[in-house]
């Protein structure tokens, strides 16, 4: 008997250093200390010895036991940290890598111009007013005194909708009339940003789409002289103080008189280069004091109340002051030329 449970021991520990995994492990847990094990019988066996040999018999089973039980929890946690191991290396994460970079993104440089001309006038007094894209003929036309068939209409190629006297506007002066009607009789001093349309040949000047920035003030005893005034100290807080600035006779129907504002060419001092066309000089927006009949249509009583307006394109400045040669790049979404800014 006792060579018997030596020979149990003996066998059941061999096997177990054999086996790899946990259903080998269970398996042999069964065959070995199962209730049908070669040891467990030997306990049911017990009552059938003489009863001298019994305890010595006994004493050695449960000692076989416990030395079965023993090893087979260390094979058990051997294979389990073996297995932690061959994890932990193969799914390996190195926490300490650099993450990705996030990618920051960043204004377009139109709108970095849109919101520095919009602070410049705010800081004199201006508010922003937002005016819709899309238009009727009468507010982009009749009411700012450009007639039907009226040969002015020409420097507005137009976008028409479907819907007849419905157009994309062509130039943020009708918010013009918006504004001023919803605020007349009150003195007004406001800028209005946003996009407009016009149907033209694609070009390195000309985009089919490009915003602007129209200014307008209202009120008593307005002249011509705060128009200048205004302008020029617009121009000297965008393009620095020592700009110099010309005003040009000009014509638009819905400014009497009118004026286009040059600020001295920047690249070249005055000069005269290929930025400026050899004559020294940018010119940056159209101005002028409001047309009596346009002030009537926003409902102020002419005779009692004078304004000056004026507009401007971000495009075309950000061109200017960044030396953008092309202003078909403003859409192209190209991040070479958007990261730069
Ligand atoms: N609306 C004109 C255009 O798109 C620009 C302009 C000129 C606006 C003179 C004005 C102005 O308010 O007084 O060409």
């Given at each position: 008997?006792?060579?018997?449970?030596?020979?149990?021991?003996?066998?059941?520990?061999?096997?177990?250093?054999?086996?790899?995994?946990?259903?080998?492990?269970?398996?042999?847990?069964?065959t070995h200390l199962g209730r049908n094990s070669p040891l467990m019988r030997t306990f049911d066996q017990l009552g059938a010895l003489p009863k001298e040999e019994r305890p010595l018999i006994g004493r050695r089973a449960n000692e076989v036991k416990r030395a079965l039980e023993e090893a087979f929890e260390?094979?058990?946690?051997?294979?389990?940290?073996?297995?932690?191991?061959?994890?932990?290396?193969?799914?390996?994460?190195?926490?300490?890598?650099?993450?990705?970079?996030?990618?920051?993104?960043r204004l377009h440089p139109t709108n970095l111009t849109l919101r520095q001309i919009v602070r410049i006038f705010n800081e004199m007094g201006f508010q922003v007013y937002r005016s819709r894209e899309v238009e009727t003929d009468e507010y982009n036309f009749e009411l700012l005194n450009i007639p039907a068939h009226h040969p002015a209409r020409d420097l507005w190629d137009t976008f028409y909708t479907t819907t007849p006297g419905?157009?994309?506007?062509?130039?943020?002066?009708?918010?013009?009339?918006?504004?001023?009607?919803?605020?007349?009789?009150?003195?007004?001093?406001?800028?209005?940003?946003?996009?407009?349309?016009?149907?033209?040949?694609?070009?390195?000047r000309k985009e089919t789409q490009f915003n602007q920035v129209e200014g307008l003030a209202v009120g008593r005893n307005i002249t011509f002289g705060d128009?200048?005034?205004?302008?020029?100290?617009?121009?000297?807080?965008?393009?620095?103080?020592?700009?110099?600035?010309?005003?040009?006779?000009?014509?638009?129907?819905?400014?009497e008189p009118s004026a286009e504002m040059d600020i001295e060419c920047f690249l070249c001092g005055g000069w005269g280069c290929s930025v400026c066309a050899q004559s020294g000089w940018l010119e940056i927006l159209g101005a002028g004091m409001v047309h009596p009949l346009v002030l009537r249509n926003g409902g102020y009583d002419p005779q009692r109340f004078s304004g000056f307006?004026?507009?401007?394109?971000?495009?075309?400045?950000?061109?200017?002051?960044?030396h953008v040669d092309d202003i078909r790049l403003f859409w192209n979404n190209d991040l070479r030329f958007l990261e730069q800014f």
């Open positions: 008997m006792l060579a018997a449970l030596e020979q149990i021991q003996q066998q059941a520990l061999e096997e177990l250093h054999t086996l790899q995994d946990e259903d080998a492990l269970q398996r042999w847990k069964v260390a094979r058990r946690q051997a294979l389990q940290q073996a297995a932690l191991q061959r994890s932990l290396q193969s799914e390996r994460l190195d926490v300490t890598l650099p993450g990705r970079p996030i990618a920051r993104g419905v157009l994309l506007r062509t130039h943020t002066s009708p918010g013009q009339i918006h504004v001023m009607r919803q605020y007349a009789p009150q003195p007004l001093r406001v800028v209005l940003p946003g996009m407009c349309y016009r149907y033209e040949q694609v070009s390195a128009l200048k005034g205004t302008l020029s100290d617009f121009a000297r807080r965008l393009f620095g103080p020592q700009v110099r600035t010309r005003f040009r006779a000009s014509h638009f129907p819905f400014t307006a004026f507009g401007l394109g971000p495009e075309r400045i950000t061109m200017l002051k960044y």
